[in-house]
């Protein structure tokens, strides 16, 4: 036995298990195998697979593989149980979720030891991050249910929700997602990651055991079968995913034109910049809780480690030391750091990645693992940003390090990446912080800290990380719906354009036709088809549109990406040039009005949608610096700053009815918010829009904000909708075409918004809000910690 001055000498660990006794006589207790939690009571297990400790191999139990008719019933009892659990009040909710989080807090330990067999991550992490953060989120949505008809007012549930989590963090993903769908008065079918299944029926368990009632929350266990099953359901309101990017894209398509709302948490590559001012021990220490926590299994895993080059030689002998302390093995091991990676499969995929990364010049270094499903804390050096190490998500303990000279190179390394889902950044200098924040592409970025979450803060990404936050005000608002208007009669297809000459247009022989030509960048532009086709009015052809192809919507694209100080002036200045567009548009009134009486509008129809289409541009303007963010209530010594910040570039396809205001009503909040736009009008009587450039030009709008592609909309808004530098598209129009939407942004999983264009009265007020506001927005969470 070492005695205590050989200790001190060497600082050698002991072991120091943890017991899990009471948790295998519970795993004994099913030996004969779990059912599905459904409608309040566990099946009798079906066909079964086993679930294995990644870290030892031994069984652990066998879980019942989901069908398409098991998922049938629990959809069926959720069904039946949503109108009784949406028709309590919301303190009555409130109590079940106080309740579940109190019982949480009384099987603390015995989660955090199951979590630690069934996912393999050391027991200090389930223990100490895992199980308290899943009783904060049920506590935290406890208290929105009890203040949601305030808070939230107009609000509804969607329904039946079906939810699939991973298997990275399998209980605090149940939590993420069980709670506020709860809360909103939603009812849930849930199914855990095929891996690590077992804590989602210990939670099964515990809501038995508080009397949650009967179908409010169903859980079936399986693999990818199940999952696809719950998504191809029928009797199911909402999806929400979090998993890899190619599911999830897989997942966008397959619910197109579902009706079925979707939220989506995705992979990431999550850049780590350290600057060179920066606390280096510190930052240090921020590299092993950014990619060896859960060893790299993290979404938001601090993968790319950017560090200034003035620095980079100090910085790595630093990390490379740390690494080589992190003790790597058994979970239950309490002085383990590093557990096992979940499953043989993942393994092999991240050894074969790190071969690729080697073959392509990556240097590797190191630390030790022992033998079995673990893989060592890994640092590869030398590797370019295109390399495989660099683009690809591993979801391993694999860090690269990469230098930077100023903060531009940083910036641009940073956003080196499709995804956008976190980053942290180190500096003593808070200015530098806050402004590389401001410019970096994620959904949460931590300055000096990483890997800090709270149930008070949403958490989501950007680009192919998905869309939709989980947490805070933003998560909850992911589970609520505000109704939706419904069209009597739905908008039919338009006929397609005919790029041919027709009938005369009235009063042809007395002047100079003038096309109508396209708005790109500030210039007036003719269509690259080099075809027009003809507008038709009351009495027949008013004038000629320009045909709109590819190569339009391209250069539109083009030319918006080029506006980006649009993005970034404040709203006060945004504010004022949409003033002075509401004030040149009101000075020509009566010419707006005589366009729309030409289209076979009656006078009083035509005045009634100018007047309305001046009255909402002021009031987008009103609200281009109003349109707050928040300071979210999370972690002591912390400020957590929610930021409302622009989609970028958005593509707009405009209803045919009220050319006019349905495009004031689109594309006005869209550019409030520091969007710039691809708008394609009124297929059926663009001239509308058209005429407004005229308005843009004498109105001091920076060219590149507004652009304006005339042709056939469902062609136009495809192209849009595929565009991988397009990041956002609204689509009013038809049934058929709205699904072709959202199949088509699943590329690079670009936000949508789809709707009967026939839908809204757009003279009412449901042709205007915030709603407008928050879906040309996305929300920023910026972490900053303070004292000492």
């Known amino acids: 036995m070492n005695t205590i001055t050989d200790i001190l000498a060497t600082m050698d660990y002991g072991k120091a298990p943890e017991d899990s006794a009471i948790v295998r006589d519970w795993l004994k207790k099913h030996e004969a195998g779990f059912g599905h939690f ?31 008719d098991d998922v049938d019933t629990a959809v069926k009892a959720a069904r039946a149980a949503q109108p009784g659990w949406a028709a309590l009040p919301g303190h009555e909710r409130a109590k079940y979720l106080y309740a579940i989080a109190r019982h949480v807090q009384q099987h603390a330990r015995f989660l955090a030891v199951l979590e630690s067999l069934d996912n393999g991550k050391p027991i200090r992490e389930s223990r100490d991050a895992d199980v308290p953060l899943v009783a904060r989120h049920f506590y935290h949505h406890a208290g929105w249910a009890e203040i949601m008809e305030d808070e939230l007012p107009g609000t509804a549930p969607h329904g039946v929700c079906g939810q699939i989590i991973p298997w990275n963090f399998p209980l605090l993903m149940l939590a993420w997602k069980v709670a506020p769908a709860l809360a909103a008065g939603n009812t849930v079918v849930l199914k855990p990651a095929e891996y690590t299944p077992l804590t989602a029926l210990a939670f099964a368990e515990i809501a038995a055991e508080v009397g949650l009632p009967k179908g409010v929350l169903n859980i079936v266990t399986g693999d990818g079968r199940t999952g696809a099953a719950i998504v191809a359901h029928e009797g199911l309101d909402k999806i ?6 190619e599911v999830g ?29 920066a606390d280096l021990d510190a930052a240090v220490e921020g590299v092993v809780d950014a990619i060896w926590f859960n060893a790299g299994q993290v979404c938001c895993a601090g993968a790319r480690v950017l560090v200034a080059e003035s620095v980079a030689k100090r910085f790595e002998e630093l990390l490379e030391k740390r690494m080589r302390q992190l003790r790597v093995g058994d979970p239950l091991d309490k002085n383990t750091d590093m557990g096992a990676i979940v499953h043989p499969v993942q393994l092999e995929r991240i050894r074969g990645l790190v071969a ?20 060592p804390p890994t640092i590869a050096m030398k590797v370019e940003p295109a390399s495989t190490l660099a683009t690809e998500e591993i979801f391993g303990p694999v860090a690269t390090v990469t230098t930077f000279r100023t903060p531009e190179d940083a910036v641009a390394l940073a956003n080196n990446t499709r995804y956008g889902l976190a980053a942290s950044i180190w500096s003593e200098n808070v200015n530098l912080c806050l402004d590389i924040a401001a410019q970096v592409k994620a959904g949460v970025v931590w300055i000096n800290c990483t890997n800090v979450f709270d149930a008070g803060a949403g958490f989501g990404g950007y680009r192919e990380s998905g869309f939709g936050r989980e947490g805070g005000r933003e998560g909850m608002m992911a589970y609520l719906t505000h109704p939706k208007p419904k069209a009597r009669k739905p908008e039919a297809a338009p006929a397609a354009p005919v790029g041919q000459p027709g009938e005369a247009l009235p009063g042809a022989g007395a002047r100079i036709d003038r096309t109508a030509k396209f708005y790109i960048g500030g210039k007036q532009a ?16 008013v004038g000629l549109a320009g045909l709109g192809n590819r190569k339009d919507i391209r250069n539109a694209v083009e030319a918006a990406h080029k506006a980006k100080g649009w993005g970034t002036a404040t709203g006060h200045n945004r504010a004022q040039v949409l003033y002075y567009v509401a004030e040149n548009l009101s000075a020509r009134a009566g010419e ?3 366009r729309l009486t030409s289209f076979g509008a009656s006078k009083s129809a035509a005045q009634a949608e100018v007047e309305t289409a001046i009255r909402r541009t002021f009031w987008y303007a009103a609200q281009a610096d109003k349109f707050d963010g928040a300071v979210h209530q999370t972690k002591s010594a912390h400020v957590t700053l929610a930021m409302h910040e622009p989609l970028g570039v958005m593509g707009i396809a405009c209803p045919t009815a009220q050319p006019l205001l349905g495009f004031v009503s689109l594309v006005l909040p869209a550019i409030a918010m520091g969007n710039a736009v691809v708008a394609i009008p009124s297929q059926t009587h663009p001239l509308a829009a058209t005429d407004l450039y005229q308005v843009f030009d004498t109105s001091d709008l920076p060219g590149g904000v507004v652009n304006i592609v005339a042709g056939e909309r469902d062609a136009l808004a495809k192209t849009l909708a595929e565009h991988d530098d397009v990041a956002g598209i609204w689509y009013f129009g038809t049934e058929a075409g709205g699904r072709m939407i959202e199949e088509a942004s699943a590329g690079n999983l670009k936000q949508s918004w789809v709707e009967d264009g026939a839908a809204r009265d757009w ?26």
Request: hydrophobic residues 35%; contains cysteine; glycine residues 16%.
């Open 38 to 68: 459904i409608d309040g009571a566990f099946t009798a297990p079906g066909e079964t697979f086993d679930v294995l400790s990644p870290a030892s191999n031994e069984l652990l139990g066998r879980v019942t593989q989901g069908t398409e």
């Open 240 to 245: 929400a995913f979090t998993g890899s990017t």
């Open 249 to 277: 894209r897989r997942i966008r398509r397959e619910t197109a034109g579902s009706a079925k709302s979707l939220t989506l948490e995705l992979g990431g590559k999550s850049p780590f910049v350290v600057f060179a001012d």
């Open 356 to 375: 690729q990364g080697v073959a392509e010049g990556a240097e590797l270094v190191q630390g030790s693992a022992p033998e079995g499903c673990f893989f």
């Open 526 to 541: 003719r269509p690259d088809s080099g075809y027009s086709y003809p507008v038709q009015g009351a009495g027949g052809p």
């Open 592 to 594: 707006f009005a005589e």
């Open 763 to 788: 003279l009412s007020r449901d042709g205007q809000g915030r709603g407008f506001l928050h879906r040309a927005t996305q929300i920023k969470n910026i972490w900053v910690p303070y004292g000492e």
